[in-house]
T-cell receptor
Framework: ETGVTQTPRHLVMGMTNKKSLKCEQH?????MYWYKQSAKKPLELMFV???????ENNSVPSRFSPECPNSSHLFLHLHTLQPEDSALYLC???????????????FGQGTRLTVV | AQSVTQPDIHITVSEGASLELRCNYS??????LFWYVQSPGQGLQLLLK??????LVQGIKGFEAEFKRSQSSFNLRKPSVHWSDAAEYFC???????????????FGKGTKLSVIP
């Protein structure tokens, strides 16, 4: 496989469930991102990891917990979500984390999450 | 902080007609600018980017965009639209979130393009 792969593509979960979203990149990049895409709203950056260290947490509720075990994998652990958390969650990767590096981001196809 | 405005939520054009999607940004320095396209149920694919140099940039699928610093704009154009171009288009600016913050993309709300056969 090449590019950025996200699993699962679709997920329905209850508010008391615990689930995880997985992202894997095969591009040799060293920065990874989680974005949330809700209807009629701009893409919202949630987390940034650079060299496996979290460098950004955009005021995301603690019911979302990211994990980056290595430069190729990124997880988003979910627990006690709310219906308003239903959205498309997009993972992206890039080479480098700064204006002197190649800042083009490559995106996965996303996980469509529905919280019931 | 940087921001991106795409004033057109939805545009409909006939196949073969020309297209221009508008994008205005707000950023204190020279921005890095991007256009992405998203087909239904898919992730985002990069169409083109501007970092520096020639202000008219060519992208994939016959798209181009022109950076106009005086207007803080980065409009996307295509001379002849194909039915397969129907999708949602996002303009983005790349910049640091704050003085020492991480480098990130800030996206506009997107413009949905419909193509009439």
């Amino acid at each position: 496989e090449t590019g950025v792969t996200q699993t699962p593509r679709h997920l329905v979960m209850g508010m008391t469930n615990k689930k995880s979203l997985k992202c894997e990149q095969h591009l040799g990049h060293n920065a990874m991102y989680w974005y949330k895409q809700s209807a009629k709203k701009p893409l919202e950056l949630m987390f940034v990891y650079s060299l496996e260290e979290r460098v950004e947490n955009n005021s995301v509720p603690s019911r979302f917990s990211p994990e980056c075990p290595n430069s190729s994998h990124l997880f988003l652990h979910l627990h006690t979500l709310q219906p308003e958390d239903s959205a498309l969650y997009l993972c992206a990767s890039s080479q480098g984390q700064g204006p002197l590096m190649n800042t083009e981001a490559f995106f996965g196809q996303g996980t469509r999450l529905t919280v019931v | 902080a940087q921001s991106v405005t795409q004033p057109d939520i939805h545009i409909t054009v006939s196949e073969g007609a020309s297209l221009e999607l508008r994008c205005n940004y707000s950023y204190g320095a020279t921005p890095y600018l991007f256009w992405y396209v998203q087909s239904p149920g898919q992730g985002l694919q990069l169409l083109l980017k501007y970092f520096s140099g020639d202000t008219l940039v060519q992208g994939i699928k016959g798209f181009e965009a022109e950076f106009k610093r005086s207007q803080s704009s980065f409009n996307l154009r295509k001379p002849s639209v194909h039915w397969s171009d129907a999708a949602e288009y996002f303009c983005a600016v790349g910049a640091r979130s704050s003085g020492a913050g991480s480098y990130q993309l800030t996206f506009g709300k997107g413009t949905k393009l419909s193509v009439i056969p």
